[in-house]
């Protein structure tokens, strides 16, 4: 079960060029596009005359046409065209979706289009500021379910393991962690002061010495994580709000539904050091891919011994509270859908 009522991240705007998208989101086969005036449009991914999908038809100015028998849908999914025939009968439409352009992403409302309002599309406003250098990674398939991925980004515990050679080392454990709750989310922040900065910081920061490192996850219902991390020389009182040096960045994550058992993870990272840097543009893109690819690897396995051992007892451990926290709005939030009632995801 999905929650309606919401944006989700549909696709990277620039996946969106001449040719047609197609995307199964949250169960939905969707025909992504972007028309002749640079507005990108989503329709149901199905013809409405014998079912082909659209995504094997083209593109004409701002419509599409199927590749079957040559009906065209506007982007309302209206059929404004049938070969061979001067009428078009009643009912020949399809479902559109209301799609909006931000933030280098293309969202979609999955639910009642009326209430689909641009405002609650998460704040990821890193990726556009002059002061913050935005790289985006490749679109992950995850073979599990979404609510996996806001785990792992709410629990940055795994990266001591999974991740100790790049992103992660042991450190941080000795810290605890901090989780705070709001209406549509929580956040997770956890300090870790005067310790070594992890191999792949170290390499890029050229620390000296030790770094106090913050690490702050805040994640909104149902699957946006900004994971906001960031290192600075030891003893400079960063905790207390002054940053001179090190590295900060953004992660910012949107984990789309593809079906109950797998979702695609879009990812990006915001820097605000070393903007005009290729090299470290390089180090985003390789490095951090290598990352997170590793973290494709475990959901896909967790998920797979989900699926086998079904009713298996888990347990949980201190720093479950954010991940659990989440799981929690989310189940509230749906069985308020299930209600009939809308919640109000109001951004973080
Ligand atoms: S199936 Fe699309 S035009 Fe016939
Ligand atoms: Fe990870």
Redesign the pocket.
């Known amino acids: 079960m999905f929650l309606r009522n919401s944006w989700y991240l549909a696709a990277w705007g620039h996946e969106l060029g001449d040719g047609l998208l197609a995307r199964t989101l949250l169960n939905e086969p969707v025909v992504l596009y972007r028309g002749e005036d640079g507005r990108p449009a989503a329709l149901e991914d199905r013809c409405c005359h014998r079912s082909m999908p659209l995504s094997m038809g083209r593109r004409t100015g701002n419509n599409l046409q199927c590749g079957y028998h040559g009906l065209v849908f506007d982007p309302a999914g209206q059929c404004i065209q049938i070969p061979g025939q001067t009428t078009v009968p009643p009912g020949s439409r399809i479902r559109s979706y209301p799609v909006v352009e931000r933030w280098k992403a293309v969202w979609i409302w999955m639910g009642e289009p009326a209430k689909a309002d641009p405002a609650l599309v998460p704040d990821w406003w890193w990726m556009d500021h002059p002061a913050w250098r935005p790289v985006i990674g490749p679109v992950l398939p995850i073979a599990g379910h979404y609510e996996l991925v806001n785990d792992?980004l709410l629990d940055l515990s795994?990266?001591s393991y999974?991740?100790g050679d790049t992103i992660g080392n042991l450190a941080q454990l000795e810290f605890p962690i901090r989780t705070e709750r709001f209406e549509t989310g929580v956040c997770m922040t956890r300090w870790t002061i005067d310790r070594p900065a992890p191999p792949l910081y170290q390499d890029i920061g050229k620390f000296r010495g030790n770094v106090d490192r913050w690490q702050i996850v805040t994640s909104t219902v149902p699957c946006f994580s900004d994971v906001h991390i960031g290192m600075v020389d030891t003893g400079l009182g960063q905790e207390e709000g002054v940053r001179r040096g090190g590295l900060e960045f953004h992660n910012v994550n949107a984990a789309t539904p593809e079906t109950e058992r797998s979702c695609f993870q879009f990812y990006a990272h915001a820097r605000h050091f070393a903007q005009a840097s290729a090299e470290v543009d390089e180090i985003y893109a390789r490095d951090f891919q290598r990352?997170f690819r590793?973290?494709v690897v475990a959901i896909g396995a967790q998920q797979k011994n989900m699926d086998v051992f079904r009713n298996a007892p888990q347990i949980d451990i201190n720093v479950d509270a954010p991940g659990l926290a989440l799981r929690r709005l989310i189940a509230t939030a749906l069985a308020a859908e299930a209600r009939g009632e809308t919640p109000l995801l109001r951004r973080a």
Do not use: A, R
């Open positions: 792992n795994h990266t999974i991740h990352v590793q973290d």
